[in-house]
């Protein structure tokens, strides 16, 4: 099994986990004191052997061995995705998470089918894809957990993807340039931002701002994929463009 926590929980060689792992550990997984679990902070990950699982109290475990992350792209990935209705948007997450993102930024564009009452129920949806996130996370294998911001308006989303060194603004209006194309304009880079529309696709005025902001208007194929497809093709594109869908990376 692998859990996520801060470096600050480790001392002396020994990890204390958070209550909430603990309580997986003990009372869903019903493991035993050295038992083998996987243990990523921000700088490493480290095989850990449980040594004490006390009731009530955190679990703790004793690191055996430490090395570097092995499952996390060279590259950084974010991905800016407007609001979609029922489970679209949790697929979205789950599978972005198990391709390679590093970082998703959920948007309200005209289009959109869900409304947002308060910030109440904005903060509440955020913190439900987090937590898809992170048990992806956990699933695939990463070595860190996939984040979650705060959902924006759309115009505020294209300022903050606009600033990263590359981005692109998927949009089925688009006639000239290709996924593929701008990519290879590109040629390397670490960081990357790919923004995708809800349901009924971008406003010609929305794509028209995201354009003058600086995000290169790309088209992803000829065929139209669904609001929560596009993200994740796109992703693996830039995963396979990068080389990180090679073995060993």
């Known amino acids: ?5 801060e470096s600050s929980s480790i001392e002396k060689g020994i990890v204390t986990l958070s209550q909430e792992d603990s309580a997986h550990i003990s009372k869903v997984l019903r493991m035993r004191e050295g038992e083998m679990i996987t243990v990523c902070d921000a700088q490493a990950e480290h095989q850990c052997r449980i040594c004490a699982i006390d009731k009530g109290q955190p679990v703790r475990a004793e690191i055996l061995s430490s090395g570097p992350h092995t499952t996390e792209p060279d590259v950084f990935v974010t991905v800016y995705a407007a609001l979609s209705k029922g489970d679209r948007f ?15 930024v959920p948007f309200v564009s005209k289009r959109c089918v869900v409304r947002l009452e308060n910030a109440k129920d904005s903060e509440k949806k955020r913190v439900r894809y987090e937590r898809i996130a992170l048990e992806a996370s956990k699933q695939c294998l990463r070595s860190r957990p ?11 989303a294209m300022q903050q993807a606009a600033a990263d060194e590359c981005c692109l603004f998927l ?13 290879e304009s590109f040629g390397s880079f670490k960081r990357i931002s790919i923004i995708t529309g809800p349901e009924g696709g971008f406003e ?5 701002l995201a354009s003058a902001l600086g995000a ?25 463009h990068t080389g990180n869908f090679d073995v060993g990376v």
């Open 1 to 5: 099994m692998r859990f996520f926590i």
């Open 90 to 104: 949790d697929y979205l997450v789950q599978k972005c998470t198990e391709v390679g993102v590093s970082h998703i």
């Open 146 to 156: 996939v984040s979650v911001g705060e959902i924006l308006p759309f115009e505020q």
């Open 171 to 183: 949009y089925e209006g688009e006639k000239n340039r290709s996924f593929k194309q701008i990519l």
């Open 204 to 208: 010609p005025s929305e794509a028209e």
């Open 216 to 240: 290169h208007s790309v088209l992803i194929g000829p065929r139209i994929l669904r609001c929560e497809t596009a993200p994740v093709a796109a992703v693996s594109a830039v995963m396979y």
